[in-house]
């Protein structure tokens, strides 16, 4: 009896323990979705069978899920309107509003060729069964299946609730971003479980691609990452699956950023300022940032850039009363005021301004600035963290602090008398004698940016270590030189594009 009541106990953890492991295993999104496939239908011209399928009557599961369909095509439908008004007003101006090679991306029959068929296609755009257009011209992309065919270098990047992401080099010499639907993402994995229709979740998460490639057309900035084109090819049984090809960028890690110099920081908490700027007066109204986390960005030759738009949205919040017009974050709420024509007035702009503050300002702006600007970039801080100021007069000021800092006028009030005298020593390197600083644009060394020599002079006489330091004829993004800061000048070699300074008296 003894034993048949431990073989039980025994087989019951086991059973335990190998469900446990098939949960781990098996749990959707926890393995990387697999790559886009490299061949299938090309994508000229794109048509997409994204369009809304005719509302079944199985059941009040499938009705369902076609409203959901039908609600995320006509929310992509609003954002093409803005673009055909756009359009129509840049034809009353006078000028061209369209190229002539304009290609649709939801037609009602997509094409099942397999040789590209260069020009446009006139076929009747799908829509819901009202007949609603669904017209959502692009300008020809750059880019598309044909250049997807020759990949290669494939790597997983990252995934989110509805997007698999993959770093790829195309025709051997472009690195790019492919975003296509995750097939074992939340989207679709939490669609499938409650409808069954594979199919019909793929086009319900696919209209948020959809949505995120007009954006990125509409919203041309430095600060947005550009779309590069698209292809449309068959994948998981689905026909003509869509993925995007985009810009690359280097993800956003807040330590790291933490650990870089406070001038590359303080470029970071610009390029946001300006792409709210921009957002705030867009060609399609007041956009605002739903999913607004540091993982919606990236960083493109030290720049940042928002990559994630499928969650923006153009709708200000309607109100009867202030109280109609209320924020809420995790530290603070905000009323903002309902205005005459019954909106809440730029909840858009300072949606997005707040969380700026509260994911970027806090960290990135005060720390180890220079001492002068420090005053500036608190009142900066706390205007944005209270609300006080809005887009226009932020932007104003953080291009105040960049004008300051690149013109040097930062220093004026600075006490700027040497401790100690230098000897020049023209064309010349100090190869080691290296010691390390904090920040540092080199991790073995003390490499920092300074305007002039006389601020080197200052930056040496306050490290007690520092005997000595090399002008580089290396300048950073605000035009300001590299200086390498050394412990001794006892092995000086030549070098045409350096200058030596060298400690003569303490």
């Known amino acids: 009896m003894r034993r048949r009541k431990t073989a039980v106990a025994a087989g019951c953890c086991l059973a335990f323990l190998l469900g446990t492991l098939l949960n781990v295993l098996f749990v959707p999104g926890s393995e990387h979705p697999p790559p886009p496939p490299r061949d299938g239908a090309p994508p000229s011209p794109p048509g997409a069978p994204l369009y809304p399928p005719e509302e079944e009557g199985g059941g009040g599961g499938r009705a369902a899920l076609a409203r959901q369909i039908r609600e995320r095509y006509e929310e992509v439908l609003r954002y093409r309107q803005h673009r055909a008004a756009a359009a129509a007003a840049a034809a009353a101006a006078g000028r061209r509003p369209l190229r002539p090679r304009e290609r649709r991306l939801m037609d009602l029959a997509p094409p099942r060729t397999s040789a590209e068929q260069p020009g446009p296609r006139g076929r009747a755009a799908a829509g819901p069964r009202a007949g609603a257009s669904a017209e959502l011209s692009l ?7 044909r250049d997807i065919r020759n990949v290669s270098g494939v790597q997983y990047l990252g995934s989110g609730y509805t997007k698999a992401v993959y770093k790829a080099v195309l025709n051997r010499t472009l690195a790019v971003a492919l975003k296509a639907v995750d097939f074992g993402g939340h989207d679709i994995a939490h669609c499938v479980r409650q409808f069954s229709a594979l199919g019909d979740c793929y086009r319900l998460a696919a209209y948020k691609i959809v949505k995120e490639m007009i954006l990125l057309q509409r919203l041309r900035h430095a600060n947005v990452l550009q779309l590069y084109g698209y292809c449309y090819q068959d994948s998981n049984d689905i026909p003509d699956t869509l993925t995007t090809i985009t810009e690359l960028g280097s993800p956003l890690e807040m330590i790291q950023l933490l650990q870089t110099s406070w001038e590359d920081r303080f470029r970071i908490c610009l390029s946001l300022v300006r792409l709210l700027h921009y957002l705030a007066h867009s060609p399609l109204g007041s956009v605002t940032l739903l999913d607004f986390r540091p993982r919606q960005f990236v960083i493109v030759d030290g720049e940042l850039k928002v990559t994630d738009l499928d969650d923006a949205s153009i709708e200000e919040s309607s109100c009867t009363s202030n109280s109609d017009c209320f924020m809420e974050f995790p530290a603070r709420n905000f009323t903002l005021p309902c205005s005459v024509e019954g909106r809440c007035q730029s909840m858009n702009e300072k949606r997005n301004l707040y969380n700026a503050y509260r994911f970027f300002f806090t960290y990135l702006l005060p720390h180890s600035a220079p001492s002068s600007l420090r005053p500036l970039l608190d009142k900066i801080v706390n205007a944005t963290g ?46 080691d004698e290296n010691y390390r600083c904090w920040p540092s644009y080199h991790h073995k ?3 920092l940016s300074v305007f ?36 001794a000048s006892n092995h000086i070699v030549p070098d045409p594009d350096k200058i030596t300074y060298v400690k003569v008296t303490d």
């Open 386 to 431: 209270e609300l006080h100021w809005g887009i226009d007069e932020t932007a104003a000021q953080l291009e105040r602090v960049l004008n300051l800092y690149k013109s040097g006028e930062y220093l004026q009030n600075t006490t700027r008398m040497p401790k100690a005298e230098y000897r020049r020593v023209p064309e010349a390197f100090i190869p």
């Open 139 to 145: 300008e020809p992309p750059l880019l598309g299946c």
């Open 452 to 487: 002039d020599v006389n601020e080197a002079i200052e930056i040496c006489d306050s490290y007690s270590q520092c005997k000595a330091f090399v002008l580089t004829n290396q300048t950073t993004w605000t035009g300001r030189q590299l200086v390498f800061f050394k412990m």
């Open 445 to 447: 060394g003390c490499l």
